[in-house]
């Protein structure tokens, strides 16, 4: 009867402990949300079937966070810069989940220099800074290189609606907001306090190693100390001189006025 009541008192500590574990802005449900164009692919990268599946997908994750999940590529004939294609892109078509000009991140494709860019507008600019724009483009970037286009843009939406669950602020990829952490941790700290209530509800051991000692013949019959030497080695510490790969950026503010955060990097 003891015992189930330590492992009962367990799972509710176990319990306790996941209910505490820090997490995400939790989602907010879409109901009923009118499905509109989200994905605008100029270069001709997808075929139909994937285009509705990307565009539904747009639509389901950009409702639960209020912020347009936009997917623009282009063959860049006119030979524009990326970013400044971007906020014409933002400028011209008003994109917004709330209202024209409003919460919006846009992912860029440009066919011709191989270039990508990402851009947060207002409630996205907030959540989705330099930051965490450059993390969510590294995600994807492999798949923009071998040509898996909608691989690519699955990434980009689902990791644009998880790290807008996050407060500004906070490392979405801190190892603490990894479920599988979280319960390895949880499961750990319930080992712990199983194996002390177990122990504890058993009787005491009176038997130590002093039950059995002769203190009168116990004692130390020989003790030396005896020094060798001492042995210095030295390193020369090489400097890393090098640098990392292109990419970053940063965000502006579009012809129209309009400010965003930012992202650019080749593929």
Do not use: C
Not at 56 to 65: L, P, S, T, V
Not at 193 to 199: D, E, L, N, R
Request: aromatic share 10%; proline share 2%; glycine share 14%.
């Amino acid at each position: 009867m003891r015992r189930n009541g330590v492992i009962l008192a367990a799972l509710l500590i176990l319990f306790a402990v996941l209910l505490a574990a820090p997490r995400g802005v939790q989602a907010k449900e879409a109901g009923g949300t009118e499905s509109k164009k989200l994905i605008y692919d100029e270069a001709g990268l997808l075929n139909q079937e994937a285009y509705d599946e990307l565009n539904a997908m747009a639509n389901r994750y950009g409702a639960q966070r209020e912020t347009d999940i936009i997917i623009y590529t282009s063959k860049n004939v006119q030979n524009a810069d990326v970013m400044k294609m971007t906020e014409d892109f933002y400028d011209e078509k008003a994109p917004g989940y709330d209202k024209a000009h409003g919460n919006a991140v846009i992912l860029t494709v440009d066919m011709k220099n191989r270039e990508v860019y990402l851009a947060g507008f207002y409630k996205a600019e907030q959540y989705l800074d330099d930051e965490r724009l450059d993390k969510i483009r590294a995600k994807l970037s492999p798949e923009l290189t071998n040509g898996d286009y909608k691989l690519a843009f699955q990434k980009y939406i689902q990791n644009v609606h998880r790290y807008m669950g996050y407060r500004p602020g906070v490392n979405p990829d801190n190892i603490f907001y990894n479920i599988w952490f979280q319960l390895i941790v949880s499961l750990g700290i319930g080992g712990i306090i199983v194996g002390i209530m177990a122990y504890n509800s058993g009787g005491r051991v009176t038997v130590h190693q002093k039950t059995y000692e002769d203190a009168g013949t116990s004692g130390v019959l020989e003790h030396r100390d005896q020094y060798i030497r001492t042995t210095t080695t030295r390193q020369k510490i090489q400097k890393n001189n090098g640098g990392g790969s292109g990419g970053g950026g940063g965000g502006g503010i579009s012809g129209g006025g309009h400010s965003h955060s930012g992202s650019r990097g080749s593929f």
